[in-house]
């Protein structure tokens, strides 16, 4: 029993050590990100190309992914509210619901399974490969050279990607509108309008940007913490994942909290 006891102790001082290492890591890389001399030229061509790989080169598969799931999750909604017999909430719920809930989380786990897998990776082989150390001997910072570009492109990138799924979910919601209801698109726009907020919405980017940070944040620091050995490779891509979705759910739960409030 003693044992068990001590076991569970000693798990809770390692996930204590490793979220207080998290946010440390967290407010280094806040504070150089608001110094305008971290930006210099090769750090702005570095986050150029982060961003195009990102946000623009999965523009097309995200825009047919936003409207393949964006109709699913209108059209079992609708469904859910004609059934209910609750039409006069619909522009709560579409505003509410997808727009400022599933719109930041979807894209956040999208960009989460495409992008900090991959960032995770590279960081990992970058610190098995010396190539660290060959920076650092250089002068070169690899906080504002490699870290910040990443971690400002996933700001950007899921706040910008997200804005786009609200898009497609606010425009396939006037078609199901239409044949649901038989909703002109002046009533519809009316009535989302009625139902936005603009501190929700307001939360819906800072939640976003939120997830885009940790997203790339935690697999950064992730394989950073790699060892020499090639094989620490993929431990620290698994660790890395899982602590992002670990992260993300504690964002979901703050931003409801938020809103409750």
């Given at each position: 029993?003693a044992?068990?006891?001590?076991?569970?102790?000693?798990?809770?001082?390692?996930?204590?050590r490793?979220?207080?290492?998290?946010?440390?890591?967290?407010?280094?890389?806040?504070?150089?990100?608001?110094?305008?001399?971290?930006?210099?030229?090769?750090?702005?061509?570095?986050?150029?190309?982060?961003?195009?790989?990102?946000?623009?080169?999965?523009l097309?598969?995200?825009?047919?992914?936003?409207?393949?799931?964006?109709?699913?999750?209108?059209?079992?909604?609708?469904?859910?509210?004609?059934?209910?017999?609750?039409?006069?909430?619909?522009?709560?719920?579409?505003?509410?619901?997808?727009?400022?809930?599933?719109?930041?989380?979807?894209?956040?786990l999208?960009?989460?399974?495409?992008?900090?897998?991959?960032?995770?990776?590279?960081?990992?082989?970058?610190?098995?490969?010396?190539?660290?150390?060959?920076?650092?001997?250089?002068?070169?910072?690899?906080?504002?050279?490699?870290?910040?570009?990443?971690?400002?492109?996933?700001?950007?990138?899921?706040?910008?990607?997200?804005?786009?799924?609200?898009?497609?979910?606010?425009?396939?919601?006037?078609?199901?509108?239409?044949?649901?209801?038989?909703?002109?698109?002046?009533?519809?726009?009316?009535?989302?309008?009625?139902?936005?907020?603009?501190?929700?919405?307001?939360?819906?980017?800072?939640?976003?940007?939120?997830f885009?940070?940790?997203?790339?944040?935690?697999?950064?620091?992730?394989?950073?913490?790699?060892?020499?050995?090639?094989?620490?490779?993929?431990?620290?891509?698994?660790?890395?994942?899982?602590?992002?979705?670990?992260?993300?759910?504690?964002?979901?739960?703050?931003?409801?909290?938020?809103?409750?409030i």
């Amino acid at each position: 029993m003693a044992s068990v006891v001590e076991n569970i102790g000693q798990v809770g001082i390692d996930m204590g050590r490793a979220f207080h290492d998290t946010l440390s890591f967290a407010g280094r890389i806040v504070m150089r990100m608001f110094d305008i001399r971290t930006y210099n030229s090769a750090t702005r061509v570095v986050l150029l190309n982060q961003i195009y790989f990102t946000a623009v080169q999965t523009l097309p598969l995200f825009f047919v992914g936003s409207i393949l799931f964006g109709s699913l999750l209108i059209g079992v909604v609708f469904k859910i509210i004609m059934d209910l017999g609750l039409a006069n909430y619909l522009g709560k719920v579409l505003v509410g619901l997808l727009v400022i809930e599933l719109a930041p989380l979807i894209t956040a786990l999208l960009i989460a399974l495409r992008s900090g897998s991959a960032i995770n990776a590279e960081i990992a082989v970058m610190k098995v490969n010396r190539e660290m150390r060959t920076l650092e001997a250089f002068n070169i910072n690899v906080i504002d050279y490699l870290f910040i570009p990443r971690i400002v492109n996933g700001i950007v990138s899921v706040a910008l990607l997200s804005s786009l799924f609200s898009i497609v979910v606010v425009v396939s919601g006037l078609l199901f509108a239409n044949i649901f209801f038989g909703m002109s698109a002046a009533v519809y726009a009316g009535t989302l309008l009625d139902s936005a907020n603009s501190g929700d919405l307001i939360l819906s980017i800072v939640k976003a940007a939120t997830f885009g940070f940790f997203i790339t944040m935690i697999p950064i620091r992730s394989g950073f913490a790699a060892t020499d050995e090639l094989t620490s490779v993929p431990i620290t891509v698994l660790r890395g994942m899982v602590k992002v979705f670990i992260a993300i759910l504690i964002i979901e739960v703050l931003s409801l909290l938020i809103r409750m409030i």
